[in-house]
């Protein structure tokens, strides 16, 4: 287990939240105990920056950006950090996961006896407990699971979020990494266009995590502000045809009709044409 807890960082993305009060830290606090020393990134998108306590054997690197760069960027940076300390693989997590304690185990095990496979998944569910990930994935847009069976599968046919997900550093960047043009929503799906271009088949472990999912927020302003980032994602992914475009701008229609529909408002249609359909692409 040592060689393995050295070969490995992990990074967490904070948004507004404590890292003392993020489920996924609190996680790696408890998986940790016992087996050295473990290096710890953290990307704070919040607005202000926190002080960060010293925890034994966790060694924290921890840098603020008030400009909430995203996801993307977060992990882009978490993963050159990781190069930079000589690491082999690396840990994506979000703040909101809650990790069983000998996923670590699981891991190690996996690579161990799948020595070509360099991306590794657990799957993720929900609190009503709905499989979260890995989804199936179609016309731009993740679909539940109703069962998984773990193993081996196709990037072609399903789909992992980012929060759990264990990629080799080097075939990282051999995909080229995350889409920093796509800072929230589809950021997951781009890296993965991206990664099975390269490496098409990942691993499912048997293991289950708990992913809170940020889009339970039921206030209309909350939904709204969500609906924006969502069609800045769809409007800044990497599209390789009209098809492509076709496909987002198909997507994003259906939610804002049934936004608009559930909260009798008009602010989601005034979103997509403003945050989509109008609104230039970011620049690389």
């Known amino acids: 287990m040592g060689d393995f807890i050295n070969s490995l960082s992990i990074v967490i993305v904070l948004y507004n939240t404590e890292l003392d009060d993020s489920e996924s830290f609190q996680s790696v606090i408890q998986m940790h105990k016992g087996i050295g020393e473990l290096d710890l990134f953290v990307y704070d998108n919040s607005r202000e920056p926190q002080q960060i306590k010293r925890y034994p054997n966790l060694h924290i690197t921890y840098l603020h950006d008030p400009k909430n760069s995203g996801v993307s960027k977060a992990y882009n940076i978490g993963a ?3 190069q930079l300390q000589l690491k082999e693989w690396v840990l994506l997590l979000d703040q909101d996961t809650t990790l069983p304690q000998d996923i670590f185990d699981h891991y190690e095990k996996t690579i161990r006896d799948y020595p070509d496979i360099k991306l590794v998944v657990p799957i993720l569910r929900l609190g009503n407990g709905k499989i979260f990930s890995p989804c199936s994935y179609k016309f731009k847009r993740g679909f539940y699971l109703d069962t998984i069976a773990p193993g081996l599968h196709s990037l072609n046919q399903l789909s992992p979020v980012n929060s759990g997900i264990f990629v080799h550093l080097t075939s990282f960047f051999e995909a080229g990494g995350y889409n920093e043009k796509v800072k929230l929503d589809f950021s997951d799906f781009q ?5 099975r271009k ?3 088949v990942f691993y ?9 999912f940020s889009d339970d927020e039921v206030s209309y302003s909350g939904q709204l502000n969500r609906f924006g980032y969502y069609c800045e994602g769809a409007r800044n992914s990497d599209k390789k045809g009209i098809w ?3 496909q987002y701008n198909t997507v994003v229609v259906l939610r804002a009709m049934r936004l608009s529909v559930k909260y009798k408002k008009w602010g989601f249609i005034n979103t997509y044409l403003n945050k989509f359909l ?6 690389a």
């Open 278 to 283: 109008i609104a230039p692409s970011i620049s």
């Open 244 to 246: 492509d475009w076709v």
């Open 198 to 200: 390269v490496y098409p």
């Open 204 to 212: 499912v472990m048997d293991v289950e995590c708990q992913q809170d």
């Open 80 to 82: 050159e950090n990781a």
């Open 191 to 195: 890296f993965i266009e991206r990664f």
